[in-house]
């Protein structure tokens, strides 16, 4: 299939075998899903060396070549008459065979700009996003799969999310659900009966919302981060591990670079500590703050765990991947 020169210049000879993608295969197609040839399809990493130009074949495949291993890479696909799409970062292992999803490439609308923003981008990836359910049934919004589209989220988008999560009837099924599970275990200690009840579903209510105004909003905007979670999808079983652990401590600011999340660890915090102004006398302190922030990332990587390596396939969608 045809590569551009810039490609074969770029790409690197001397490194290892050993840490070469075997292959990773892709098309370009238009949202009839027909083929869009020759479209320009650019690679980059963490490095000018990283940067490489391909470019699909008549019938709008195309297979990247003198990619390494371990090497986060972002992919880029446009076309003439066509709007730009970008690809989440996507990281491969050594002999790896990656197929990609087709790239869809809308049509450019005509007027004096060829694109959209990237902030018309990402609140068209946010729609989508909130379309994602476990089962069909479970909110799964903040999860970027690897051939999804990626733009930097607004502030406003990052408020839209944590209000469409916070009034999803899961959410308050959720709480009234582990609420019972707390009435039957007699904690925090209010009263038993209707009145207790309400107080403990209120309580429930209330530690996911402060964590979620702040760990997913408040701090992110603050600090500039991303407050989803990025499958890497690809890769050894041990890199994949190592990601989806890390991800409560790690994330993708707004500039695409990795950086300590101290939006997911002071959301955490905040929560824990804003407990102790509505659960009763004998369940605040100090204590509390800490153990409810480290209960709460703990579940936290659970949960990247199981969306890592399970409930991909499980998720309806616009963003459904394979």
Not at 15 to 38: E, N
Not at 214 to 221: C, D, E, K, R, S
Not at 295 to 304: A, D, H, Q, S
Request: hydrophobic content about 40%; charged content about 15%; aromatic content about 8%.
């Amino acid at each position: 299939m045809p590569v551009s020169s810039a490609a074969r210049a770029q790409s690197l000879p001397n490194a290892p075998s050993t840490q070469l993608a075997t292959t990773v295969t892709g098309s370009t197609v238009d949202p009839d899903q027909a083929a869009i040839p020759h479209a320009e399809i650019v690679v980059d990493g963490a490095t000018p060396a990283d940067h490489l130009v391909f470019t699909s074949d008549d019938s709008g495949s195309f297979t990247l070549h003198g990619l390494h291993a371990g090497v986060a890479y972002t992919l880029k696909a446009q076309a003439k008459g066509f709007t730009q799409r970008t690809l989440a970062p996507f990281t491969l292992s050594g002999g790896q065979t990656l197929e990609l999803n087709a790239v869809v490439l809308s049509p450019a609308i005509e007027e004096d700009v060829d694109a959209i923003t990237s902030e018309q981008a990402a609140a068209i990836e946010v729609k989508e996003e909130e379309t994602q359910r476990v089962f069909g049934l479970i909110p799964n919004f903040y999860v970027v799969y690897p051939n999804q589209p990626y733009a930097p989220l607004t502030t406003k988008l990052k408020f839209e999310l944590v209000g469409r999560t916070l009034i999803d009837p899961v959410t308050l099924g959720a709480a009234a659900f582990a609420a019972g599970l707390n009435q039957a275990a007699d904690r925090p200690a209010y009263v038993q009966g209707a009145k207790g009840y309400g107080q403990r579903v209120g309580a429930e209510y209330a530690d996911g919302a402060v964590d979620i105004i702040f760990g997913g909003a408040i701090l992110p905007t603050i600090f500039h981060q991303d407050p989803r979670y990025f499958v890497q999808g690809t890769g050894t079983t041990k890199d994949r591990l190592k990601h989806a652990l890390s991800a409560p401590f790690i994330t993708k600011g707004d500039n695409g670079k990795n950086e300590f999340n101290i939006s997911s660890i002071g959301g955490d915090l905040i929560s824990g500590a804003a407990s102790n102004i509505y659960y009763p006398p004998s369940d605040r302190g100090v204590s509390l703050t800490f153990t409810t922030a480290a209960v709460i990332t703990g579940g936290r990587m659970l949960n990247t765990l199981l969306q890592e390596f399970v409930l991909a396939k499980y998720t309806s969608g616009k963003h459904h991947a394979k």
